[in-house]
Structures are given as structure tokens and as C-alpha cells.
């Protein structure tokens, strides 16, 4: 386990409970939201394991991303015996997190309604492809309900739509699941009830259009692809170097103008009627933009960042993810930790991207083998050791050895 901070722990969560009934990305990335906040995340995979575990290719990593800071149950909630199991475990718990298709939660009798009456308290969260309506009982990926939802054609060419680099629907879908458990919680002070939370796939991409489907209001225009549309900024685009290398400049604001233009020798564009305002440099990309081109293609890439940082211009390199782990200021800010994983191999990976007074939130648990946690939590909830035992010989439950 990664050691925390000198300074108290930092674990705002601490004392809520939460069961995670969870596979891929969706609902363990909104466990892991609530366990590095601090809160007691119980992971339940079947006795073999969640088979995210087992994911080759581009799907490797899922697992180990988002499973840190959990506890690992393994039990059979295919069987009568471990759905009693499940239940007995639900009714200390606070929140509920499933991402599975939908009824199969009803089929194993863990649906809403049936655990409302024994654990009214508990806030249940339900991670979907959609929210009810007609197409709730569709299945779906993050691909699909970018297709669907505009973002792939906002990222690709106009003949040719896109997925994202990254699951942004299946991450940001957890993340607003665990903003409304959290607001739940705060209201169960106040009303002693829980809620039962619903969180999809595709109703966060339209929220993600939000801004696009304004634009098509306001102006009666249709949404142009980032690949090709023109930009609302005089100067917002990926330049070559010297060396080979490319940096995305932004010069947008007077003072970034005006400071562009005198440390790089072009004061008389500050008297150029072309462009005298904003608007106006937009009005003349068409020449101004293969000037700028110009001037930083004399620049190697590290001495053209550099001038950037002294003059206060935004500015990017192009990176891979793998350049993240060199990155200065990731690891001057403790934004990456160091983790084994289940094999015993170890990883660094991002924290989230938060601090509170200064801190980040700290590794407590590393990834868990499968029922690594599986005696300790059946202890904590009153299962005798002969009950353990029992489960464990039946196949129900996968239980690490008693230790003498």
C-alpha cells in the first residue's frame, strides 16, 4: 500500500459505505470517485473474478485504473445463497453503485424496489446506457451513444464521424452518478431516506452538445466538426517547428496581441487596419495564420515554448499519453502515485484531479486481488468463521485463508 500524506489523511468520505455491483468503466470509475474520497467501496465480482481483469489490447488497463482504494468481495450472486449474502451486506452499506444490464439486479432480487424494503436508507445508484424512456432498454457503449449523441461528428471529418481518444461518457457518466450519491447522502441528514439515482451513457453526451446545440439555436446554423470548422479565435491552432515538433498557440486577448507582436518583430501589425480588434484578425485568419506559421517554423520546438512561457501566451506540445509519466509538473505535484497491481508488477498512475488545503487524495488501497477482502468484510458483517468456511466450500464465496 502507498504510503499518505505526512499531514492527517485526507478522507472526506470517511464512514460512508458503498457496495459496487460494477464491470468496465462506468460504474467503477464512479466507485473509485467515492473511494479515493475516502469512503469504503466494496467491490462484489463473481468467485472467477470481474473479467475486466482479464481484458487484453486497449481495454488492458481498466481494471487497474479504476479499482484502486477498493475492498475486493468475491461472491456467487447468481446463487440463493450469495443474494442473501449480498443482502446482509446492503443492509450496514449507504450507497449502492450497479452498472449492469438492465433487469438483470431484479433477476438476482437487488433491484431498487425489492432492497428499498429492507435498507430504505440506502442511496441506489443505477449507471445505464439511458435514462428511462424509449430507449432504456437498450444496450450500450460509449462508442454507440457518441455516434448517436453528435460527439463523434463533432470530432471527426464531416464524411468521416470519431470516437474520442479517451471513454469520456462511461468516466464523466460515473462522475455525475457520484455528484448526485453525494447530494443524496447530504439530503438522507435531513430526511433519514434514501434515493434511488439514475446515471446513462447517452444523456451525458447530449449534455456534452449542450454548448453546440445553443450555437444551432442562436445563429440557425448547423454545427460544423472541430476538424474543419472555422475558429471563433484570431489565433487558436497547432503550429510546426523547426525541429520536426508541433505546438498548439493560442493568441487571444489584446495583451496577448500586442505581446506577441513586439517580441517577435511585428509591431506594425498593431497599426495594421486588418487587425486593429479581434473580430478583425478572425476576418483575416486566411493570411495572418501561415505568417504566424512562418515566424515559428524558424523556432525549435523547446526555445519557441520557452519565449511562449515568458510572454504568458497558452501553449501545448502534442502529447502521448505514455509522455504523460515524464511529465514536470504531474510529478512535481504528486499528481501521478506509484501502485502495485494485482500480479505484483506496479504502475503509476493519475490521481484525481482535485486537491483540498493543498493536498491530494491518497492511495489507501492498491488494486485488489479477486476476495482478497472477501473474510474481512463477511467478519465485519456478522458471518461466523463457520459460515465463511461454508461459503467458501460451496463455491458462494472466494475467501483468502484464515491467517493463525
Not at 465480482?45 to 487484453?56: C, I, L, N, S
Not at 468521416?160 to 443524496?184: C, E, K, L, T, W
Not at 453546440?212 to 487558436?236: C, L, N
Amino acid at each position: 500500500m502507498s504510503s499518505a500524506s505526512d499531514k492527517t489523511p485526507l478522507r472526506p468520505l470517511e464512514g460512508v459505505r458503498v457496495v459496487e455491483f460494477s464491470q468496465m468503466v462506468m460504474g467503477p470509475s464512479c466507485g473509485l470517485i467515492l473511494a479515493d474520497l475516502g469512503a469504503d467501496v466494496i467491490k462484489v465480482e463473481p468467485p472467477k473474478g470481474d473479467r475486466t481483469r482479464a481484458f487484453k489490447g486497449p481495454a488492458s488497463g481498466f481494471f487497474n485504473t479504476y479499482c484502486r482504494n477498493k475492498r475486493s468481495i468475491a461472491l456467487d450472486t447468481s446463487a440463493p445463497r450469495g443474494q442473501q449474502v449480498a443482502r446482509r451486506l446492503l443492509e450496514g452499506c449507504d450507497v449502492l453503485i450497479e452498472n449492469f444490464r438492465p433487469g438483470l439486479m431484479k433477476r438476482i432480487g437487488l433491484d431498487y424496489e425489492t432492497v428499498a424494503t429492507f435498507a430504505p436508507r440506502l442511496v441506489y445508484c443505477s449507471l445505464k446506457g439511458y435514462l428511462p424512456g424509449p430507449y432504456e432498454n437498450r444496450l450500450a457503449l460509449d462508442e454507440v451513444v457518441q455516434m448517436m449523441g453528435g460527439l463523434a461528428y463533432m470530432t471527426g471529418l464531416p464524411d468521416r464521424p470519431m470516437r474520442a481518444g479517451a471513454s469520456v461518457n462511461d468516466i464523466m457518466g460515473g462522475m455525475f452518478g457520484a455528484i448526485a450519491i453525494q447530494a443524496a447522502l447530504a439530503e438522507r441528514q435531513r430526511t433519514g431516506r434514501g434515493r434511488y439515482i439514475q446515471s446513462a451513457l447517452y444523456e451525458n453526451n447530449v449534455f456534452l452538445m449542450a454548448q453546440a446545440m445553443m450555437y444551432e439555436t442562436v445563429t440557425g446554423e448547423p454545427s460544423t466538426p472541430y476538424s474543419v470548422k472555422q475558429s471563433p479565435w484570431p489565433v487558436y491552432d497547432l503550429f510546426d517547428t523547426r525541429d520536426g515538433s508541433k505546438l498548439f498557440v493560442t493568441i487571444v486577448g489584446e495583451e496577448q496581441w500586442q505581446a506577441f507582436c513586439r517580441a517577435f518583430d511585428r509591431e506594425s501589425w498593431l497599426s495594421d487596419p486588418r487587425f486593429i480588434t479581434s473580430q478583425d484578425r478572425v476576418d483575416h485568419r486566411d493570411w495572418l495564420i501561415p505568417e504566424i506559421a512562418r515566424i515559428f517554423a524558424r523556432w525549435d520546438k523547446s526555445a519557441l515554448a520557452q519565449k511562449l512561457d515568458q510572454l504568458d501566451l497558452p501553449y501545448a506540445p502534442v502529447n502521448k499519453p505514455g509522455d504523460l509519466f515524464d511529465d514536470p509538473h504531474l510529478n512535481a505535484s504528486g499528481g501521478l502515485i506509484d501502485i502495485e497491481l494485482p500480479d505484483g508488477s506496479h504502475a503509476r498512475t493519475p490521481l484525481l484531479p482535485v486537491s483540498m488545503d493543498g493536498q491530494r487524495l491518497p492511495n489507501r488501497y492498491d488494486p485488489p486481488k479477486v476476495g482478497e477482502h472477501t473474510r474481512d468484510v463477511l467478519t465485519e458483517i456478522g458471518c461466523t468463521p463457520q459460515e465463511i468456511a461454508e461459503l467458501a466450500a460451496t463455491g458462494i464465496a472466494t475467501a483468502k485463508p484464515e491467517t493463525a
